[in-house]
């Protein structure tokens, strides 16, 4: 049997050695440069746009990924066995073991990290329908040809059983960062929402993580800041849904203010510091 008890203290340890985040910025704004915020030692990037150019300096450990059944494979390695997974699907017991007998120095590896960094769920999403084009499930059975609506019922299941197995990943924080693209209408009002193919597994996010992030450039208006992606001096993270700059956010810890400096282990270590009282 599968269940147990867990204990205050323990869920007090776990809470204190894993989260769950997203991270979404305009293109250039330096995402992918948070992983020097980060202990090299103890992450691991997960890259998917071949975009370590801008950190070809970090001394961390990288595992390019260029399919999604790579990123399928890799979930699983990061992630362990799905006890709910049916045998001969993704994540069950059987794939798990396959990964483990043919990638050893790979489970070595990521065995010490304690931070996966996926860079990027955009492009994590575009392999995933580019894989989803290819299934079965994509072609009509009437007719034999393509089912796009098929494809996109793949990719979102696919796509959201992937993120969720990596949020259980045991003990570890899972970072997804990914493009926030800027939506302009007919009446000139702007909005902004992370770039992802699909629509479900983009609504579905911010229910999956711990936290939401968007990261931008601001420029300081007295005690306050002003949000101008464009020419803005500084970059800030905003953390919280309530915010008068229209980015996406969420914060479950709740001790994040409105808008942190860009450092990931700060964030982190305020994410999971002790409560007051």
Not at 24 to 52: N, R, Y
Not at 75 to 82: D, E, F, I, Q, T
Not at 202 to 229: C, K, Y
Not at 248 to 272: F, H, M, V, Y
Request: charged share 25%; proline share 6%; net charge neutral.
């Amino acid at each position: 049997m599968a269940l147990r008890i867990i204990t205050a203290d323990q869920r007090l340890a776990e809470a204190h050695a894993k989260t769950t985040m997203a991270i979404f910025g305009p293109s250039g704004v330096g995402k992918t440069s948070l992983l020097k915020t980060l202990p090299p030692a103890e992450t691991l990037c997960i890259d998917l746009e071949a975009g370590m150019k801008s950190v070809q300096d970090w001394p961390g450990d990288s595992i390019p990924v260029r399919s999604f059944g790579d990123a399928l494979d890799v979930g699983c390695l990061v992630g362990g066995v799905n006890p709910a997974a049916d045998e001969k699907t993704f994540f069950c017991e059987s794939h798990y073991r396959h990964l483990v007998d043919a990638y050893p120095d790979l489970v070595r590896m990521i065995a010490g990290k304690r931070i996966i960094f996926v860079d990027s769920i955009t492009d994590l999403t575009r392999l995933a329908m580019v894989w989803a084009k290819t299934r079965p499930e994509a072609q009509s059975e009437r007719t034999g040809k393509p089912d796009t609506r098929g494809a996109y019922g793949l990719l979102a299941r696919e796509t959201i059983g992937l993120l969720k197995h990596l949020q259980h990943a045991p003990g570890r924080t899972v970072i997804f960062v990914g493009i926030l693209e800027r939506i302009t209408d007919e009446f000139n009002r702007i909005t902004w929402q992370p770039q992802m193919e699909g629509g479900k597994a983009a609504r579905e996010l911010p229910g999956i993580v711990d936290q939401v992030i968007s990261m931008s450039r601001f420029t300081a208006d007295g005690d306050a800041w002003r949000h101008e992606p464009d020419r803005g001096e500084v970059r800030r993270f905003v953390c919280q849904a309530a915010n008068p700059f229209g980015l996406p956010g969420k914060d479950r810890s709740g001790r994040l203010d409105l808008t942190e400096p860009p450092d990931l282990s700060a964030l982190i270590r305020k994410i999971n510091q002790p409560s007051k009282g």
